[in-house]
Nanobody, 123 residues
Framework: QVQLVESGGGLVQAGGSLRLSCAASGGTFSIYSMGWFRQAPGNNREFVGVSASDGYTAYSDSVKGRFTISRDNAKKSVYLQISSAKPEDTAVYYC?????????????????WGQGTQVTVSS
């Protein structure tokens, strides 16, 4: 069983930066691919990006070039660096863990989920 806790959310101005963290407890963190998702009010949850267990990263087109995912297996943590933030990035951000090889945005691939952290980008 893996527990995931996100932190680092808050209010940021458009064009600004924010770093989200996701800390894991339980399980062997390094074997999991770690995804980030987000859900804006009234919208379905959407895939943001993933850091696979082999170091591979992938991003959705909407964040590519602005967001960066990194991980520290020793600290059992994954990070989402948000840069050049836009008002449309406003959402609750979730991290999730998957045992699939290089999973993408298919939510059923992820077995553990955090509770989410709110990011609000003001214009």
């Amino acid at each position: 069983q893996v527990q995931l806790v996100e932190s680092g959310g808050g209010l940021v101005q458009a064009g600004g930066s924010l770093r989200l963290s996701c800390a894991a407890s339980g399980g062997t963190f390094s074997i999991y691919s770690m995804g980030w998702f987000r859900q804006a009010p009234g919208n379905n949850r959407e895939f943001v990006g993933v850091s696979a267990s082999d170091g591979y990263t992938a991003y959705s087109d909407s964040v590519k070039g602005r967001f960066t995912i990194s991980r520290d297996n020793a600290k059992k943590s994954v990070y989402l660096q948000i840069s050049s933030a836009k008002p449309e990035d406003t959402a609750v951000y979730y991290c999730a863990a998957s045992l699939h090889y290089r999973p993408t945005g298919y939510e059923a691939s992820y077995v553990y989920w955090g509770q989410g952290t709110q990011v609000t980008v003001s214009s």
